[in-house]
């Protein structure tokens, strides 16, 4: 499962460029999105609730995740306009760090608007797991593939592009079977999350 993609031949795109890219193949006419996020650790400034998170205000955290209720709600009737099939599934190591702890609230807002999120264990990969993570990557139908990169400290930084169609079938096929094996989200958010203290930020 994603033997290929390590070898994959790729175009590095930084931020504006991935954005700009990605809108173009979004609104081209695909039938689905797939993302599969695999990293433990991200910093998302200028989102008020992360910033609130970071500076530990758990509870204003929570709230704040609804302002992004009309946001998520314009993008899934775009992607219901345009016919598209958007799923994600959100790979969690266990002790839950932080960011996962705080994310997976935003994550359940999405779901309470109609995203498709599902959620599996890292423990249960821990076999494809070997040599090298899981990629992390959105597929925008056979057309386009992403590897989203981030900077040492977290932050997004662009993206490598794939266009291999024989990749991106590959890849494709390697989440859908992770994504077959994940838990329904409100099962693992209430089993795993819920009964989570606060989580403790480091300043």
């Known amino acids: 499962m994603f033997d290929s993609f ?17 809108r173009r193949v979004y609104e081209s006419g695909i039938h689905h999105l797939n ?11 200028g989102f008020a609730s992360w910033e609130a998170f970071a ?4 509870d204003r955290a929570l709230s704040l995740t609804q302002e992004k209720r009309d946001v998520y709600a314009r993008q899934f ?21 932080p960011y ?24 249960e ?3 494809i797991e070997k040599d090298r993570p899981v990629p992390e990557v959105v597929i925008l139908g056979d057309v386009a593939m992403y590897e989203v990169l981030y900077d040492d ?18 890849t494709s096929a390697g989440f859908d079977a992770l994504y077959e094996r994940g838990d329904d989200f409100h099962d693992f958010f209430d089993r795993e999350i819920l009964p989570l203290a606060p989580p403790a930020v480091a300043h």
């Open 6 to 22: 390590p070898s994959g031949t790729f175009e590095r795109m930084d931020r504006p460029t991935y954005h700009a890219h990605f």
């Open 35 to 45: 993302k599969l996020e695999r990293g433990q650790n991200f910093k998302e400034r």
């Open 55 to 58: 500076a530990g205000e758990w």
């Open 77 to 97: 009737r775009d992607a219901a306009r345009l016919g598209i099939l958007e799923r994600r599934l959100r790979v969690v190591e266990f002790p839950v760090t």
């Open 100 to 123: 996962v702890h705080w994310e997976l609230f935003v994550l359940r807002l999405r779901v309470e608007l109609g995203d498709n999120i599902r959620v599996l264990d890292a423990r």
């Open 125 to 127: 990969i821990s076999d």
């Open 153 to 170: 400290d977290g932050n997004a930084a662009g993206a490598n592009r794939f266009t291999d169609r024989t990749l991106i079938r590959e």
